[in-house]
């Protein structure tokens, strides 16, 4: 079992099965929703997490069609991102566990829009864009 909360602890959850897709996605609309370099994320089936406390608190904003992203509406915490396409999975900001999940990232996406200000020191491989099969 793996728990996470917001920055203001006011939205917990828990995660019953394993994570994947574990990868930093620099694009222009996570880093803003971030406020940093990259949004770290994993792909976590829907029917394995489960709000604790506080789902009402949590805020919905449409960044592109269908692409959900959720946030804590009293603190700001990014938390979980939908899309409409597949409601079977979500994306977590990997920032709110409390938990290791025992795996890291493995790549790096959209590094085209990469901020200037930032460099990747790492060797994991990166994409320009999305890549058609997440590694
Ligand atoms: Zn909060
Ligand atoms: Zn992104």
């Known amino acids: 079992m793996l728990r996470g ?5 006011g939205v917990r959850y828990e995660i019953s099965g394993p994570l994947s897709d574990v990868l ?3 694009c222009s609309m996570c880093r803003k929703a971030h406020g940093a370099a990259f949004r770290s994320r994993a792909r976590v089936k829907a029917t394995d997490f489960r709000w604790i406390e506080g789902e009402e608190l949590v805020t919905y904003f449409e960044s592109s069609p269908g ?3 959720g946030f804590c509406g009293v603190c700001g915490s990014p938390l979980l991102g ?3 396409r597949d409601p079977t999975v979500y994306g977590l900001a990997l920032g709110t566990l409390d938990d290791d999940p025992g795996i890291k990232p493995k790549s790096h996406i959209f590094v ?3 901020a200037p200000w930032f460099d990747i020191t790492d060797d994991l491989p990166q994409f320009p864009e999305r890549p058609t099969k997440a590694p």
């Open 24 to 26: 930093n996605c620099h």
């Open 5 to 9: 909360r917001c920055l203001c602890g």
């Open 67 to 69: 692409h959900h992203r």
């Open 112 to 114: 085209a829009s990469k």
């Open 82 to 84: 939908r899309v409409d």
